[in-house]
């Protein structure tokens, strides 16, 4: 039987299929070629793609029988192969780490949205979290001679090494959301601190005073970031910053419950829990209902990412929005400008969106309403 989260990822996956590239195996489906045309028609190669082209040096009766079998053999015209003629491809690559949840499903649907008024077909590849499957994707990627690349990290990813080749050939390369902390390359954020310091400072403003942090692996900019966040509202309020409230883990729904008994099993419990992801915090939820504890009246719950799921669950989750298809939409519009430069030497320049914080019933103590 299906999770919640799988029935929702399985949703949002037809969701995204519906309106993007997914492979390149989608650009090798032409029923015809141009050189079946000519074969059967007993004519040049040539003939036929200029009475295709409707050239005033081809008769009308030659157009109106090429027309003509093109339409009975279903003949499609091979852009690629064209804009691969004229030296474009008209293809963008993007890389996320996967594409369950509400996320990175925006983002895609973000990106897709301006690069096709832009001219662009969208090519995704899923690196699963796995360096290694990355790594791949690029090669993947250059050899259907993308135009630029997209790339969110997979959480394994700790150097930059695999993704020289793209800078050496000099086509556009984009980060957004995940980038590997002090890297200087083009990228598309959030704010990632300032939400953290909003979730927790929240949380600090509705009385929880032991708040305890789900962290991510700090190589990443988002996890680092946002426990920075939480480190500063802490400090702010004069509270102490205690290292058995801090749970570093890969951010899964397995990873809240395991998460959440470390914290039940301390001598002193938190009172709050400020997670670096929706999924984690989901499965601290499932955890203290399963203890017969009550949220937010025992323990508050304040997630990132505003999932779909987080306004479903009872309670309903608070959660930190990435403004994610303003993300997806931002990092097109990067990649054009760096397309559009003269010089090959562009420099690195990021864009920073403004997170917003969700409050909802996870973390708002009776009496205390925002």
């Not at 995204?16 to 989608?26: A, F, G, I, K, M």
């Not at 963008?92 to 690069?115: C, N, R, S, Y």
């Not at 984009?174 to 310091?197: H, K, T, W």
Request: with cysteine.
């Amino acid at each position: 039987m299906r999770t919640f989260a799988q029935i929702v990822a399985h949703y949002l996956r037809k969701q995204l299929c519906s309106h993007v590239l997914l492979t390149p195996t989608n650009l090798s489906r032409n029923k015809a070629s141009i050189s079946d045309l000519a074969r059967q028609l007993g004519v040049s190669v040539s003939t036929v793609s200029r009475a295709l082209s409707d050239k005033a040096s081809i008769s009308d009766a030659t157009k109106k029988k090429v027309w003509k079998l093109a339409k009975e053999l279903h003949y499609q015209p091979n852009h690629l192969a064209a804009g691969l003629r004229k030296g474009r491809s008209n293809l963008l690559g993007v890389m996320v780490p996967h594409i369950d949840g509400h996320f990175f499903t925006m983002v895609v649907k973000g990106i897709e949205t301006v690069a096709s008024k832009a001219g662009f077909n969208v090519m995704i590849c899923q690196s699963n979290e796995d360096v290694a499957h990355e790594r791949k994707n690029i090669e993947t990627l250059l050899s259907a001679q993308v135009e630029g690349i997209l790339v969110s990290l997979a959480r394994t990813t700790r150097d930059f090494k695999h993704f020289e080749k793209v800078r050496k050939q000099e086509i556009p390369l984009v980060f957004f959301d995940r980038v590997l902390d002090g890297l200087d390359v083009s990228a598309v954020v959030i704010d990632d601190r300032e939400g953290g310091y909003q979730a927790t400072k929240h949380l600090i403003q509705q009385g929880y005073r032991r708040i305890a942090h789900f962290g991510g692996p700090q190589y990443l900019n988002i996890y680092k970031h946002r426990r920075q966040g939480y480190i500063d509202a802490l400090l702010e309020a004069g509270l102490p910053v205690e290292e058995e409230l801090v749970f570093y883990c890969d951010m899964t729904q397995e990873d809240g419950v395991r998460g959440m008994q470390q914290m039940l099993a301390l001598r002193q419990r938190p009172d709050a829990v400020f997670s670096s992801s929706d999924f984690s915090v989901v499965g601290a939820l499932q955890e203290l209902k399963r203890h017969h504890l009550r949220v937010p009246t025992d323990i508050a719950l304040v997630g990132f990412s505003n999932e779909t799921f987080t306004s479903l669950t009872e309670p309903m989750l608070t959660s930190v929005d990435q403004r994610c298809e303003q993300m997806g939409q931002s990092a097109v519009r990067l990649f054009l400008e760096m397309r559009d430069e003269t010089s090959s030497a562009f420099s690195p320049r990021r864009v920073v969106l403004q997170p917003d914080l969700l409050i909802r019933e996870s973390s708002q103590r009776p009496g205390r309403r925002q």
